[in-house]
């Protein structure tokens, strides 16, 4: 079952916070997130699992909640470079039924 | 380290013809999967394949098919194309392990006319 995304699109000057959103109906087993730019392939950020292990980027960090049923992203003054499409991707089990959500368009303005 | 290759880049069909596209993950992966994105339905998933076994599969007609090789490289084969299988379609590999995740191949852009 696809996960949910929030926001669908948000819009930062340079130096803002954002958070995004991922949810699922039933418990996770992994959370990934990744990036994409306009033209490019989908980059890999970070991953987290249920038992709490995460691993990331410097200004990009992510957290479960909510029964591990909901992820945040969380990105941190952000860069012009962080521009993009931020999906996040589910699993329940290793290796298994792993969906992307619609993905959350972020814009960073100077 | 080469990183996941799609072949061809660019390709462009005439409804009704099938199309094989050809995806070679990274060295030690042997998990591919297979991802058709359009702009308006975002990466919708086809299969996965694990040492040469469909470990799972999306929401697609029969005419989406793919295998896997014992070397983990992967085709994806479509049959009787329509116009609506336009899109760009993504092949990712991933390591065995909790820790990981996808990496992406550039993809391949088909287009049926």
């Known amino acids: 079952q696809q996960p949910v995304q929030s926001p669908q699109a948000v819009i930062l000057r340079e130096g803002e916070d954002a958070v995004i959103n991922c949810s699922s109906s039933?418990?996770?087993?992994?959370v990934h997130w990744y990036r994409q730019k306009h033209g490019e392939a989908p980059v890999f950020l970070m991953i987290?699992?249920?038992?709490?292990e995460q691993k990331g980027h410097e200004k990009i960090s992510a957290s479960f909640k909510k029964k591990k049923q909901q992820s945040s992203l969380y990105l941190t003054a952000s860069q012009l470079s962080y521009s993009g499409t931020y999906f996040c991707g589910t699993e329940n089990n290793y290796g298994q039924n792993f969906v992307f959500g619609p993905g959350t368009r972020l814009s960073v303005l100077p | 380290k080469a990183g996941v290759t799609q072949t061809p880049r660019y390709l462009i069909k005439t409804r009704g013809q099938q199309v094989t596209l050809s995806c070679s993950p990274i060295?030690?992966?042997?998990?591919v999967s297979w991802y058709q994105q359009t702009p308006g339905q975002g990466l919708q998933f086809l299969f996965e394949?694990?040492?040469?076994?469909?470990?799972n599969k999306g929401n697609f007609p029969g005419r989406f098919s793919g295998r896997q090789f014992s070397n983990s490289r992967s085709e994806m084969n479509v049959s009787t194309l329509e116009l609506g299988d336009s899109a760009l379609y993504l092949c990712?590999?991933?390591?065995?392990?909790?820790?990981?995740?996808?990496?992406f191949g550039s993809g391949t852009r088909l287009t049926v006319v």
């Open positions: 990712a590999s991933r390591i065995q392990g909790d820790n990981y995740g996808y990496t």
């Open positions: 394949y694990f040492s040469e076994t469909q470990r």
């Open positions: 987290l699992l249920k038992g709490g």
């Open positions: 060295s030690g992966h042997r998990s």
């Open positions: 039933k418990a996770l087993y992994s």
